[in-house]
């Protein structure tokens, strides 16, 4: 069976690395050359949480792909996907199946480039960062190490468990027949402290740090769920324990509730930066479409306010539109609450 991963950021060189330190066996696909270059000649290195030096591992560019892959694993940034997905299609088969841990909800759109057939979806629990060619840092604790997948009919099938077993070699790998209650549980958890992370140009820890930070990653949680149940999507633990609902409140005392809730929640992954801030850093687009914009989406068409999610949006996109320099905790000044 031939396995890849395409798209190998902070995520991929890290799961890449552990698949074949295990004993898995996965190509990498990358279009960035020096660190494809790296991971041949050096192998793969994971800082931070995690040490490990000089993993071998096999990287291509997708110039580069042969044959017919059977299992792909998708790590592209969805700003990306019309170009990566047309570079893949030739070598996906009547049987190939593409399993997509993007943010967002990206089923939908992956599908029509490659076939519904050919999709299945999942969510990573844990965070990193790209530090150079061949380096990626581990920013969660390793506990926190966790993937969830699931077919977009909620089938358990034997394609869904091949990818598990696979994904197991990087660590929990668990299958859910409620994909969609699955993602937008993702969304929830990137919307309150990534989007604030781009936001103010803040790490998770600084966020948590700060109370009116907290309360805004509180409100994202709060707007959130009124689209969830308004749209009767059960939302599944990303954690077994831990339920986003407990994000919702109507009063002072559920709104402490919910910001203590964040705090314990995300403490494994305070040193975390949000990817889209790294990508901003770069003065690469982002993924704030994909991620906030969204519950933006969904709040209109719904009928529901989603100002704090708004003003995540108008903070980026400004940021985009070289209005205003990278974003600070000064930002936070932008983001007025109405009290419950």
């Known amino acids: 069976m031939k396995t890849a991963i395409m798209g190998v950021g902070s995520l991929g060189t890290i799961i890449g690395a552990l698949i074949a330190k295990n004993g898995g066996d996965c190509i990498l696909i990358d279009t960035n050359k020096a660190h494809v270059a790296a991971l041949n000649e050096k192998g793969a290195t994971v800082s931070g949480k995690m040490q490990l030096n000089n993993i071998p591992v ?36 009547p049987n190939s199946v593409v399993c997509t841990l993007q943010n967002g909800i990206p089923e939908e759109s992956v599908g029509a480039i490659i076939g519904t057939e050919r999709v299945v979806g999942g969510v990573v629990g844990w965070g990193a960062s790209f530090r150079g060619p061949g380096v990626s840092e581990l920013t969660s604790d390793v506990s926190a190490m ?24 990087t660590g929990t790998c668990v299958m859910v027949n409620n994909l969609m209650g699955l993602r937008w549980a993702k969304v929830i958890q990137n919307a309150t402290l990534s989007g604030m992370s781009a936001a103010l140009g803040a790490t998770y820890a600084q966020i948590l740090d700060d109370e009116k930070a907290t309360t805004c ?15 009767e999507i059960v939302l599944e633990d990303l954690v077994p324990g831990w339920s986003y609902y407990d994000l919702a409140f109507n009063n002072k005392k559920e709104l402490e ?23 901003m850093e770069k003065n690469i687009k982002c993924e704030i479409d994909y991620i906030v914009g969204i519950c933006s989406d969904w709040g209109k068409k719904l009928g529901i306010a989603t100002p704090t999610c708004d003003t995540i949006i108008s903070i980026v996109k400004d940021f985009e539109n070289k209005k205003i320099p990278l974003p600070t905790m000064k930002c936070l000044d932008r983001f007025t609450l109405i009290e419950k």
Not at 63 to 90: F, R
């Open 257 to 279: 509730e919910a910001k203590i809730w964040l705090r314990e929640y995300f403490k494994p992954h305070r040193p975390l930066k949000a990817s889209m801030l790294q990508d």
């Open 146 to 169: 966790r993937y969830e997948l699931g077919e977009v009919d909620g089938k358990i099938t034997e394609r869904l468990k091949k990818i598990q077993e696979l994904l197991a070699l």
């Open 58 to 93: 096999k990287a291509i560019t997708p110039d580069q792909m042969e044959g017919i892959y059977d299992i792909v694993i998708l790590l592209a940034k969805q700003t990306y996907n019309d170009i990566a997905l047309k570079q893949l299609l030739p070598h996906l088969g």
């Open 217 to 231: 990653a509180a409100y994202v949680g709060d707007e959130i769920v009124k689209i969830v149940r308004k749209r």
